[in-house]
């Protein structure tokens, strides 16, 4: 009973919510209420995936679906939350001296991101979303880049508007708001009808691409990350990204009823996104921009992948992008804040200095890149196979050109980073310089350690090892990859 | 009727958005989106002759013909949110114009 009561998902939003409002009134020790919310929230998350049995509405207030608002708990939102909260708790360990006043909001962005991830209903999918923009415009603030939090704000509000006009259009048409209610009415409508569905579709996938960063409706990212300190970097890139990306595939899985022409525009829009922000990402000299685009491209694949109803390889993409994107957007964020620069060229040789960073740097990057014994090589392999099986044969091309790209930039930053002295000229160490970075050990520490896990889920699928692990994660990748 | 009216409104807040430069009017475009979103939404709960959603003495049946009263609790959260993004709008703006000196977009230096 009290298991049943602890391990319910709801806490994963109440407890951090709780927090925050305790978190007005005991200034004091909101960083201790902060702490205290990311670590219960990995517990309780520990707790749901240990006593998982299956998918679970859980309904709140004592309304039984379609009426009233339901949580989901299924295969899908367990590895969000599960992946969300961890990440949350690591950017905190990480970045925890810049938290500074913001203790309160980092709460709410907190169970808002939960929430996200968590919720079947659409209005308050659109709420949650709302309450975490909102953190986000604030803490983005955070560097008195106001100008730029001002721009974010403006898109983010206007997306969100749109978002919510799709949803009253469907609810119009469809009188709910139950995601998986309005899916089995609209696998009931007339396939003829689909092209006056097309409305709230456009709009709702073009508000929720403004805060899934795909372009052109993602421009408010540059400016916001460009400059931005470790803690909002690793918030943006990783903990957002893999919250709102879930929310884009839960409403393209559920709600979305793509026709030929609706699914066209939405690829271009996905496809585009990762082909310019790839070439964007190619020509930038500093290490924040270089990463803010890679990220950017990212969403553009995996939106790309829900797009064509490959929700396994999306969801594998998405994982190993944000956890690669936390150690390198946190690194990289140090490097500027301690050293005062991010630009590649300064930081010729940094890795010789800090070799436990410079190791999980250059795992991160070469799963993001998707080389072989890296978790992101099982990750692209499934989606590009995913692909081809569905008939098609030019966004694989285009998803190996870009990573051709991805791994061009990759190797160039690598190379520069781990050597000193101009290209064709022997690395020596007498050309280093000095650099100190503070705390080098804890990000150190942290980076190998997700480095071995990124090694580990590449290594162990190949091995065909599943039998040795009941987890079911890894018997499913074992799976798909046995498969091929 | 109403809705053609509602969304002239967004339209004319997303026409706001596209050109005006000024911080302040740029939040009132904002506003006026929102306001037209808004009410979009109570006019897809109308019911034309329909009455408030209330069971009372007199209505106490659910034969009467009532308007839907979900848009109204969506509408409601909807202002709420509203209102909190725009306060914050505002201190932003506030903000820049310490920063800046001006409300005008174009003539804020530097990054």
């Known amino acids: 009973m009290l298991m049943d009561i602890l391990s319910n998902p709801v806490l994963l939003i109440a407890v951090p919510l709780l927090f925050a409002f305790l978190a007005v009134f005991l200034k004091k020790i909101d960083k201790v209420l902060l702490g205290a919310a990311a670590v219960l929230n990995i517990a309780g998350a520990a707790l749901i995936a240990v006593l998982y049995e299956g998918t679970k509405i859980i309904e709140l207030g004592g309304f039984k679906p379609p009426f009233g608002i339901s949580l989901v708990l299924d295969d899908y939102s367990l590895i969000g939350i599960v992946l969300l909260n961890v990440i949350f708790g690591l950017i905190l360990l990480l970045s925890g001296k810049h938290v500074q006043k913001y203790a309160m909001v980092l709460l709410v962005a907190l169970a808002a991101l939960n929430g996200v991830i968590l919720t079947g209903d659409l209005f308050n999918l659109f709420v949650f979303l709302e309450i975490a923009a909102i953190a986000a415009y604030i803490f983005t603030a955070m560097d008195k880049g106001f100008k730029h939090s001002f721009n974010y704000l403006v898109v983010g509000t206007l997306g969100s508007g749109l978002f919510l006009f799709g949803i009253i259009l469907l609810y119009n048409v469809f009188g709910s708001l139950n995601m998986f209610d309005i899916q089995e009415k609209l696998s009931q409508a007339n396939p003829a009808d689909s092209g006056a569905l097309a409305l709230p579709l456009v709009m709702m996938f073009t508000g929720l691409s403004v805060e899934a960063k795909l372009m052109p409706f993602g421009g408010w990212v540059k400016g916001v990350l460009k400059k931005a300190n470790t803690l909002v970097g690793a918030l943006i890139v990783s903990a957002y990204a893999l919250a709102v990306l879930l929310a884009l595939g839960r409403v393209i899985s559920t709600v979305f009823f793509m026709s030929g022409a609706v699914r066209i525009a939405f690829t271009a829009v996905a496809a585009g996104t990762l082909v310019f922000a790839e070439a964007s990402a190619f020509s930038r000299k500093n290490l924040r921009e270089v990463l803010l685009f890679s990220s950017v491209a990212q969403s553009g694949l995996v939106a790309l992948l829900f797009l064509y109803g490959l929700t396994v390889p999306a969801v594998l993409v998405l994982a190993g992008n944000v956890v690669s994107k936390l150690v390198l957007f946190t690194v990289a964020g140090k490097f500027a804040h301690d050293l005062g620069t991010d630009d590649i060229g300064d930081l010729k040789g940094v890795f010789i200095k800090f070799p436990l960073v410079g190791v999980g740097f250059t795992a991160s990057a070469m799963s993001l890149i998707g080389l072989p014994l890296f978790f992101g090589f099982v990750a692209k392999i499934n989606a590009l196979v995913g692909l081809f099986d569905a008939g098609n044969v030019w966004l694989p091309i285009i998803i190996l050109v870009m990573a051709v790209v991805e791994g061009a930039y990759f190797v160039r930053i690598l190379t520069t980073l781990w050597n000193t002295g101009d290209e064709g000229e022997l690395s020596s160490k007498d050309k280093l310089k000095t650099f100190k970075l503070n705390g080098s050990a804890v990000v150190g520490a942290v980076s190998v350690a997700v480095a071995v896990v990124i090694v580990a889920l590449g290594v162990l699928p190949i091995l065909n090892i599943k039998q040795f692990f009941s987890v079911d994660f890894m018997t499913f990748i074992g799976q798909l990859l046995g498969g091929m | ?111």
């Open chain 2, 1 to 111: 009727m109403i809705q053609y009216f509602a969304i002239a409104l967004m339209l004319v807040g997303v026409y706001g958005l596209l050109t005006q430069k000024n911080v302040i009017k740029l939040i009132v475009s904002l506003n006026i989106f929102e306001v037209g979103l808004n009410v979009f939404i109570i006019s897809v709960g109308y019911v034309s002759g329909g009455i408030a959603p209330i069971l009372t003495s007199q209505n106490n049946t659910s034969a009467l013909l009532y308007v839907d009263p979900l848009p109204q609790a969506l509408v409601l959260t909807s202002i709420v949110i509203g209102v909190g993004v725009t306060a914050l709008a505002l201190a932003f703006a506030r903000r820049l114009h310490n920063q800046y000196g001006t409300y005008n977009l174009d003539e804020m230096e530097g990054e």
